[in-house]
């Protein structure tokens, strides 16, 4: 078994997980805080070659291609993080973080396979690899995987995979078929994200309270923020999609006009057109060149729509997101849990810069 890439993640931080800098934590405590979500993050890595290893050589391969691309972890830090407020990185609180992220690497199997995603972490995707069948039985299995370690913790970790998976379906259900006759489309679109993403946060950093043993008041201002801060961080990737290519990603700016996904800003574009003679001719234009599969124009419409307000909207809508998430948190004690989960927010609306 290859594992190069995996161990290397061991050495994973909090800066490049959550976008959180060494001179926050400047007290003992504060680096004791830091190290223990290290600790726990390597035993939570070393788990997940584990378990996401299977006896069929094909399934073996193709169950741990998205694992061993890469990623920050985002989802078991928090919920190590949130694990903080109360016994830590307990036998419970790393399966949990193992199941969490197991679900978030299923899913993504699935997304690139309705998105006709060509890439994924900086290698060709899974369907793009071995084709769609594979792709989406890959996911299934890991899908199968979660649940049997959140079946280890007992009922209640079981609603809570249950309630994620729904919500995650229907999230991708909805923006499959998009909005009712009558429906705001922007409301439409800001459900959609708090399952697709914010639900699967929300529920990282719920289970880290959860089995840590942290006191249940705790457990839905630290869900609330979760979900709020998905939002947030998928409205900045629609940002960044506008921004020129990648190379750690891959991704062509306007990846995902292309695909047709109607993200924030092509909502806001679209609602200024009915106004707005310049916006209605922009899109216009992007609509005449992902038609024609014409790539000079779409780098020359989404550079436009990169400068325009419609943006600019976005932008704004993100950090009212953060902000509310970041009230979420009034009831948790002041510590380096809360400040970091402040910090977090800060940076997740700041990638974009």
């Known amino acids: 078994m290859n594992t190069s890439v995996p161990l290397a993640r061991r050495r994973n931080t909090l800066s490049s997980s959550l976008g959180l800098g060494e001179k926050l934590f400047a ?12 600790k726990g993050l390597a035993v939570v890595e070393e788990g997940l070659l584990t378990e996401m290893s299977f006896a069929d ?8 291609y998205l694992l061993e691309a890469g990623g920050k972890r985002v989802r078991p830090v928090l919920t190590l993080l949130t694990a903080q407020l109360g016994d830590g990185n307990t036998d419970g609180v790393i399966t949990a973080a193992m199941a969490i992220e197991i679900t978030h690497l299923a899913s993504l199997y699935h997304d690139d396979v309705m998105d006709d995603a060509p890439m994924r972490r900086g290698v060709p995707s899974a369907q793009a690899k071995w084709g769609n069948s594979v792709a989406i039985l890959t996911g299934d299995l890991l899908f199968g995987r979660a649940s049997k370690l959140m079946a280890r913790l007992g009922s209640h970790a079981i609603d809570v995979q249950a309630d994620t998976f729904e919500r995650l379906c229907l999230g991708q259900l909805h923006e499959t078929i998009g909005p009712e006759d009558g429906q705001d489309p922007v409301q439409h679109y800001l459900q959609v994200l708090r399952d697709k993403t914010g639900s699967l946060i929300a529920a990282a950093a719920r289970v880290g309270v959860q089995y840590s043993g942290a006191p249940e008041e705790y457990l839905d ?6 979900e709020k801060i ?3 961080f998928q409205l900045i990737d629609d940002v960044i999609d506008l921004a020129p290519k990648d190379d750690n990603t891959g991704k062509n700016a306007g990846t995902d006009l292309r695909a047709g996904v109607s993200t924030l800003p092509l909502l806001y574009l679209t609602d200024q057109a009915a106004t707005d003679a310049a916006s209605a001719a922009l899109l216009e234009r992007i609509d005449r060149a992902v038609q024609a599969d014409d790539e000079a124009g779409v780098q020359s419409a989404v550079a436009e729509l990169r400068k325009h307000p419609a943006t600019q909207r976005t932008l704004d809508e993100a950090h009212a997101w953060a902000r509310s998430a970041i009230a979420a948190l009034e009831p948790l004690p002041r510590g380096p849990v809360k400040k970091a989960l402040v910090k977090f927010a800060d940076a997740i609306v700041e990638r974009s810069s």
């Open 27 to 38: 007290s003992s405590d504060e680096r004791r805080f830091a190290t223990a979500i290290e």
């Open 57 to 64: 050589n094909l399934a073996d391969v193709t169950s741990r």
């Open 230 to 232: 998905g939002v947030a």
């Open 221 to 226: 201002p630290v869900t609330e923020y979760g």
